[in-house]
């Protein structure tokens, strides 16, 4: 449902967070047995539009337990630094680094807000600032967020977000085939739900969550007005996980309507420079 926004979000979504992140860390979902062993956890559509990063440095804001944010080391990015609120997945990200044998001094990781960013990160820009796969839905503030951003990446540099399409969130999470929902919504949604997306039978305490939905118009008007120019806007009809029940599982791990139904754009990507 649609309410004004709750004065605990940010308590009840790191709440949330923090007690999914050792489910996470034990998930096939995320797979990090397979990771320690060099197992890629960037989507390939991700590496092409990025491109090559070796000798860079990379912000991963909103990092969770920091997967990708080590991939982009892996791929030769000379310093990542992950951000993210979750006391929990900070730690659990840190843990890994070390594991695979990546100093602090090439992948750091930062417990913060990611509207305090700018003042808690320890460099002041980056070549690349990458966020997304579900990370602007837990943020009040678009344009706030677009301004912290684009704040941090270096001349030169671009910002890179791959997101959850936001027209999904207006269909029935069945066939996805029905519009139920208001694509132009703008009030929190507080929801109750137990488990989570990588274990989704898992028994959990803290199941309140607050989110918001942001139209990708609005997305790309936040950053231009931030001073970044857009470089490419790219809609993808695959998803990370099973959003609707209809979707099936291909072969190259996406997760796809069946070929009976029209496909309908399920994932974007942008890419923004400052010059």
């Known amino acids: 449902m649609s309410t004004p926004t709750p004065p605990d979000w940010r308590e009840a979504n790191r709440a949330l967070w923090d007690e999914r992140v050792p489910l996470h860390v034990a998930s096939d979902f995320y797979d990090l047995d397979g990771f320690r062993a060099g197992g890629e956890a960037l989507r390939d559509f991700e590496r092409t539009e990025v491109g090559d990063v070796t000798g860079k440095s990379l912000l991963h804001l909103q990092c969770h337990i920091g997967l990708d944010t080590l991939s982009w080391a892996r791929h030769g990015a000379s310093r990542v630094v992950g951000l993210d609120f979750s006391g929990p997945a900070v730690a659990a990200a840190r843990g890994l680094a070390a594991e695979i044998g990546l100093s602090p001094e090439r992948a ?3 417990e913060a807000d990611v509207y305090d960013a ?9 070549d690349i600032v990458y966020t997304g796969t579900g990370a602007l ?3 009040p503030d678009i344009d706030l967020w677009a301004r912290t951003a684009a704040s941090l990446v270096a001349p030169g540099g671009f910002l890179y977000l791959a997101e959850f399409h936001p027209f999904t969130d207006v269909l029935d999470d069945g066939t996805g085939t029905r519009v139920v929902r208001d694509y132009f919504a703008r009030d929190a949604r507080v929801e109750q739900a137990s488990g989570t997306y990588a274990d989704p039978g898992a028994e959990t305490e803290h199941n309140r969550s607050v989110d918001w939905q942001h139209p990708i118009g609005e997305v790309v008007s936040a950053l ?6 857009l470089e490419f806007l790219h809609e993808h009809d695959v ?13 190259d ?11 309908i754009p399920l994932m974007y990507s942008l890419r923004a420079s400052r010059t």
């Open 108 to 110: 750091d990781f930062v």
């Open 118 to 126: 700018p003042s808690a990160v320890p460099e002041g820009s980056y």
């Open 137 to 139: 839905c837990w943020l």
């Open 224 to 229: 231009a007005a931030a001073g970044l120019r």
């Open 239 to 251: 998803s990370l996980f099973p959003r609707f029940d209809s979707f099936e599982r291909s072969e």
């Open 253 to 263: 791990g996406y997760h796809r309507f069946p070929p009976s139904h029209p496909r």
